[in-house]
């Protein structure tokens, strides 16, 4: 039947398409959408099968090329049952063709088909793969083995389980892997102990009763010939290290010279893999300890894994100043959004109970993003093109990606300072002096990569040496090369924090100015790689300085407009970071004319210049969503063009997700950010819903199309973030244009009730969050001014007993208002409750439901108050160690209200809440005025003896502070 397709169209077309792909004059980008196309195409598949293993006329390449595109179009074809088994058979036979191209790509195809369709749905299969393992022909065994291995990698615990005519397919498998690690061939024991790695990964119970064995196998491998043999034995220890550390403890000191001998191996993969055991051991609590005795041993031999190896400086590029060059398109990352979430900021209290001194913990297990940080620009000189992937074999075993020794080093350095501390700084220094003050340039940098990693675990014994290490980098910044410049920039930037709050003797900070000013040089640098290590690490010291950078703006600002003017596409996106970072910091000291002249003219322009589905907009309109919220009022002339095209793309994306979502699933737009935007969209409309507060009406009122409209459908929309940005949106809008809003909460609101519940899913947690306190902002909007705002000297009577069922307290609040209101609090305290005391809510989550049930305590305290006893304990936790602000301060005069109409409800609980108010450090004169009124009427109800007692009972510290603040 075959024979019958030679001349078929499609087939011919497919041809074509193939061969056109593998020329270097093809057109690679119409050459994917044709091939896409016809993946919808009756016998696609078939033909590649037909291609791939019958056309043997045609060049291997072409039908190498065919069976990868079986491979890869595998999840997005329709496939019939004949098909599939015209595929098994044809691709079982390819596994013993004489070519090396032709056996891997039929390994990928057969090993696709096991993971996707299941190991039990193949018997066939794995007993061919099985019988091929043992074949005496070495070729043919080892596309077997390759073949098991990809299924290992990607279906090892469906193998475990997996059984075959009653048998355990597992129990066959691991005595043939063991025998297999000591195979002639050293791609069949490369394969062999690949598998069985991940066997150790997913803790497969059968492999643990021949551990010993695979333990004896690996150390009779560890000085193979092959260095790829070698590489899945140093991978084979780190796994069972972190999986079973018992069997590697007895062995620790063999196993820790292996590691430091393979961490020198002339071969980068077995070097890296090596270096990982350090990390990974180091980040085990546990383990950590026992690499002490080693410290003196290890340090040297990752400082020198630091080194830039030739192969690196060869991928790098020259030395050249490229400021110049325009950015190609592969030079631009794909730009990774996070939509706004509400929080609360916490202060910590040393003397309060449950915060003792030093019980916060150190982070871990960020290294490698900390160190990913300093070489984020060397993962983008690679010319990738995404054309390419849809050819390439994804699964080379090969491929290590952008992480890469130099890296793993300088993380696996971060980790050990973390644990050790001083300890391997005194280790260090030695090494530090002599690569800092290096002739050559690459000690020096690696020296300055080291003095970074080892900034958070050993600033203690670090920082007596930094008066005279910080102008040291900061006169790095003069070197003749890029690479020394860059390394610099963020070494600096991880004492960025020192710098900003070390005094001298006169008490001034003698290294803030310095390296600000440094880093503003690296900003203007001549070199791409420079401005953006430059402009990352000023993005750091703005983040730890703040306000302090107030004096100094204008200085600042300019720099950043100047680089607008010097910068190509990529550094860019890091400016308009900077940027934003910078309008967070500072706040609304950002809001003088000579600030904002200056500064919006660059970003208006850019963004006028940019169209409504460029992603170059997307972090632009991040950036701007920051700046207005700084700038307020000053961005008024500005905001209405930005208003008006905000709500115009979120309108244009909205309809084309409907109209998209209408399409089949093969011809859907999966590439364009179509919810990114609308995300961003909706972000810079509560920028500016912020930033310009009651004078965002007539923009809402006039808007066209109508925003509000939008705003619910994006609250409805499936997609969780846009859902998130949407509920940010109505908080801010429940503020600020309170009464254009409140005709379309009868909407709004019982959708909103549905997104709060106690244990949402990871992508729906920070949606809830965003609902509760958006609930909460518009109950507040219901009890009128009176609530909302704070008698500057207190009022008589604040704390008063509540007036009427549900009215809310003598507070002023708006009897009419709150009436319509009352539907809703039943509904919604029957979410909140329950979200504040699963022990399973994120932080974030039980803060934001604790204000809103305070809240809607204020404004509507009869329907609330009898709920008291069964979260007043869980709320006074929740709150406090919240910074004093006005929401905090709202909350809280709700819970005042509560207690004035149930004092019963908060008899049980009364210590934390006397721990929640004396943790407040300057609370307004009228909750301060509720405060002491409650606490006296506790007291004067309790009688002097039983109060006496009750106050003995709590911390010294408590007593104190109600002693001080209230003479009680």
Not at 209 to 221: I, M, V
Not at 652 to 659: G, I, K
């Amino acid at each position: 039947m075959a024979a019958t397709w030679d001349q078929a169209d499609a087939l011919q077309e497919i041809i074509a398409l193939i061969k056109e792909s593998i020329t270097p004059v093809g057109e690679q980008r119409r050459v994917v959408e044709r091939l896409q196309e016809l993946q919808s195409t009756p016998r696609y598949v078939s033909y590649l099968v037909y291609i791939f293993a019958q056309l043997t006329t045609e060049d291997v390449q072409i039908r190498t090329v065919a069976g990868i595109l079986l491979k890869n179009g595998f999840e997005h074809v329709v496939i019939t049952d004949d098909e599939l088994v015209y595929i098994k058979e044809q691709m079982l036979l390819a596994l013993s063709l004489p070519e090396v191209e032709l056996r891997r790509a039929a390994s990928l195809v057969v090993a696709m088909i096991i993971v996707y369709y299941k190991p039990e749905t193949w018997p066939e299969g794995l007993g061919k793969l099985i019988e091929l393992i043992a074949s005496s022909n070495f070729d043919e065994a080892e596309a077997a083995f390759n073949t098991l291995s990809k299924v290992c990698e990607d279906a090892s615990a469906e193998l475990d389980a997996a059984e075959i005519n009653g048998v355990r397919l597992i129990e066959v498998l691991i005595p043939k892997l063991l025998d297999a690690t000591q195979h002639p061939d050293a791609r069949i024991r490369a394969h062999a102990i690949n598998c069985l790695n991940e066997f150790v990964t997913q803790g497969s119970p059968t492999l643990q009763l021949h551990l010993d064995t695979f333990l004896t196998a690996l150390f009779k491998r560890a000085s193979d010939e092959s260095a790829h043999v070698r590489k899945f034995v140093c991978q084979a220890i780190v796994y069972i290290s972190t999986a079973t550390p018992a069997k590697i403890l007895p062995e620790l000191p063999n196993v820790v010279e292996y590691m430091l001998y393979s961490t020198r191996d002339a071969d980068t993969d077995v070097a890296l893999q090596a270096c990982e055991f350090w990390m990974q051991f180091a980040e085990n609590k546990q383990l950590a300890p026992h690499l002490r005795p080693y410290l003196s041993k290890i340090a040297p031999v990752l400082l020198q894994s630091m080194v830039y190896s030739e192969e690196d400086l060869l991928t790098l590029g020259t030395d050249e100043d490229d400021a110049h060059i325009e950015d190609r398109d592969q030079d631009i990352k794909p730009q990774h959004y996070s939509a706004r979430t509400h929080r609360n900021e916490r202060v910590e209290d040393e003397e309060a109970p449950g915060n003792a001194p030093g019980s916060s913990t150190a982070i871990q297990g960020k290294s490698r993003a900390a160190i990913e940080a300093a070489f984020k620009d060397e993962d983008e000189d690679s010319d990738f093109d995404s054309e390419d992937a849809y050819f390439d074999d994804d699964d080379d075993d090969d491929m290590t990606g952008d992480w890469n020794l130099r890296k793993c080093s300088a993380a696996a350095l971060d980790v050990l300072a973390i644990e050790f501390g001083d300890e391997l700084l005194e280790i260090l220094l030695p090494y530090l002096r002599e690569r800092l003050f290096a002739a050559e340039w690459l000690q020096r940098e690696s020296g300055i990569l080291a003095l970074g990693a080892i900034a958070q675990g050993c600033i203690g014994g670090i920082q007596q040496h930094l008066p005279n290490l910080v102008p040291l980098l900061i006169s790095t910044f003069q070197d003749t090369k890029p690479l020394v410049r860059s390394i610099a920039c963020w070494t600096l930037s991880r004492y960025s924090s020192w710098c900003v709050q070390y005094k001298g003797g006169d008490g001034q900070t003698p290294f803030f100015l310095p390296a600000m000013e440094g880093l503003l040089g690296m900003v203007l640098d001549r070199n791409k790689r420079v401005q953006e290590a430059g402009c990352s690490a000023f993005a750091t010291l703005e983040e730890e300085a703040g306000t302090e950078l107030t004096p100094v703006l204008g200085p600042i600002l300019s720099t950043l407009v100047r680089a607008f003017e010097k910068y190509q596409r990529k550094n860019l996106l890091i400016l308009y970071d900077a940027i934003g970072t910078l309008a967070d910091s500072v706040g609304n000291e950002l809001n003088r004319p000579e600030y904002v002249q200056v500064l919006l003219p660059p970003l208006v322009q850019k963004w006028q210049s940019l169209g409504d589905v460029d992603e170059d907009l997307i972090p632009l309109l991040e950036c701007m969503s920051s700046v207005t919220i700084a700038v307020g009022p000053g961005f008024l002339e500005f905001s209405p063009p930005v208003f008006e095209r905000c709500v115009r793309i979120v309108h244009s994306q909205l309809q084309f997700l409907a109209e998209d979502a209408q399409k089949p699933a093969e011809e859907r737009d999966y590439e364009r950010m179509t919810e990114t935007f609308i995300i961003v969209a909706l972000d810079l409309l509560s920028g500016l819903t912020q930033g310009l507060g009651t004078n965002i009406q007539p923009l809402v009122a006039t808007s066209n199309p109508p925003l509000l409209p939008l705003l619910y459908m994006c609250i409805r929309c499936e997609s969780a973030p846009i859902r998130q940005s949407a509920y940010a949106l109505l908080g801010d809008l429940a503020i600020s244009a309170f009464d254009l809003l409140r005709p379309h909460l009868q909407s709004i609101v019982p959708d909103l009730i549905q997104q709060i519940e106690p244990n949402p899913a990871d992508e729906n947690v920070s949606v809830c969050n965003n609902a509760a306190w958006a609930a909460g902002e518009i109950a507040l909007q219901y009890g009128g001014p009176g609530v909302r705002t704070l008698p500057a000297g207190g009022s008589d009577g604040a704390g008063a007993n509540a007036s009427g069922a549900g009215a809310g307290g003598a507070n002023g609040v708006d009897a009419t208002s709150v009436a319509e209101l009352q539907q809703w609090v039943n509904p919604l305290i029957e979410r909140l409750i329950p979200v504040l005391l699963s022990q399973k809510s994120a932080k974030s989550l039980t803060e934001n439901a604790a204000v809103t049930i305070g809240r809607f305590g204020l404004v509507c305290p009869a329907m609330v108050a009898p709920h008291l006893d069964v979260f007043f304990v869980q709320w006074c936790q929740a709150l406090w160690d919240i910074k004093d602000n006005d929401e905090k301060d709202s909350a809280f005069r709700g819970l005042c209200e509560m207690i004035q109409v149930n004092p019963n409800g908060a008899a049980a609980g009364f210590p934390y809440f006397c721990n929640a108010v004396v943790r407040w450090t300057t609370p307004s004169a009228q909750l301060n005025d509720m405060f002491r009124k409650i606490l006296t009427g506790f007291r004067d109800a309790s009688g002097p003896e039983q109060w006496e007692s009750q106050k003995q009972s709590f911390p010294p510290v408590i007593r104190q502070r109600l002693q001080d603040r209230y003479g009680l």
